[in-house]
Nanobody, 126 residues
């Protein structure tokens, strides 16, 4: 079984930066690992993923501001978030699944597919 644990959330002012960490264990062979977020009253959106070959994808609202990366030695995926905006406020989850890009959104996080972490809160406010 795959287990994922997120960390690194917190509160930051607009324009600030945070780096989220997703540490995973278990067999993630051939699985994409991605980051979702959900704000109150909204759907659960896929914002970025990294594939086993190292290719990355980003949703339009975060492209150019967020960077996803993976350390295969540490079994960790990072999400570096720069120039944060109040609308980035949400609970952020990491998830693993084969073909994760099929699941662009879900009604709620965690979604009914793949493996999920417990989530970490990010608040952007002045």
């Amino acid at each position: 079984e795959v287990r994922l644990v997120e960390s690194g959330g917190g509160s930051v002012q607009p324009g600030g930066s945070l780096k989220l960490t997703c540490t995973f264990s278990g067999d993630t062979f051939n699985q994409d690992i991605g980051w979702y977020r959900q704000a109150p009253g909204t759907e659960c959106d896929l914002i970025s993923l990294i594939s086993p070959d190292g290719s990355t994808q980003y949703a339009a609202p975060v492209k150019g501001r967020f960077t996803i990366s993976q350390d295969n030695v540490k079994n960790t995926v990072y999400l570096e978030m720069n120039n944060l905006r109040p609308e980035d406020t949400a609970v952020y989850y990491c998830a693993a699944e084969v073909g994760l890009g099929r699941y662009i959104l879900a009604s709620e996080c965690p979604g009914g597919f793949g493996y999920w972490g417990q989530g970490t809160q990010v608040t952007v406010s002045s």
